[in-house]
């Protein structure tokens, strides 16, 4: 069983950055997929960037492409997702997940955390 959580959220002005972690326990990740998803409110869930367990292979939607990095840190069993840039339209609850392979739908994911807000707001 994988416990995530993840944190760094909080309000920044449009052109800021914020770098979430998403934190396990109970397990290691190294060997998990793990994807970064967001949901405004109104909208539905959607990916915003993945990284593979073994291959460590990185992936970006186009919205976030060239805004957002996805990095792995093994030492400390935590997922970062980087975000500069920032624009109103990026503000949602984010979320982590992982998973025995990337996917860009969320029910391909088994272990989800709590989500923490991100608002892009000057």
């Known amino acids: 069983q994988v416990q995530l959580v993840e944190s760094g959220g909080g309000l920044v002005q449009p052109g800021g950055s914020l770098r979430l972690s998403c934190t396990a326990s109970?397990?290691?990740?190294?060997?998990?997929?793990v994807g970064w998803f967001r949901q405004a409110p109104g909208k539905e869930r959607e990916g915003v960037s993945l990284?593979?367990?073994?291959?460590?292979?990185?992936y970006y939607a186009d919205s976030v492409k060239g805004r957002f990095t996805i990095s792995r840190d093994t030492a400390k069993n935590t997922v970062y997702l980087e975000m500069d840039n920032l624009r109103p339209e990026d503000t949602a609850v984010y979320y982590c997940?992982?998973?025995?392979?990337?996917?860009?739908?969320?029910?391909?994911?088994?272990?989800w955390g709590q989500g923490t807000q991100v608002t892009v707001s000057s």
């Open positions: 997940a992982a998973g025995t392979q990337v996917r860009w739908y969320s029910a391909g994911y088994d272990y």
């Open positions: 109970g397990s290691t990740l190294d060997f998990y997929a």
């Open positions: 990284i593979g367990g073994i291959d460590g292979i990185t």
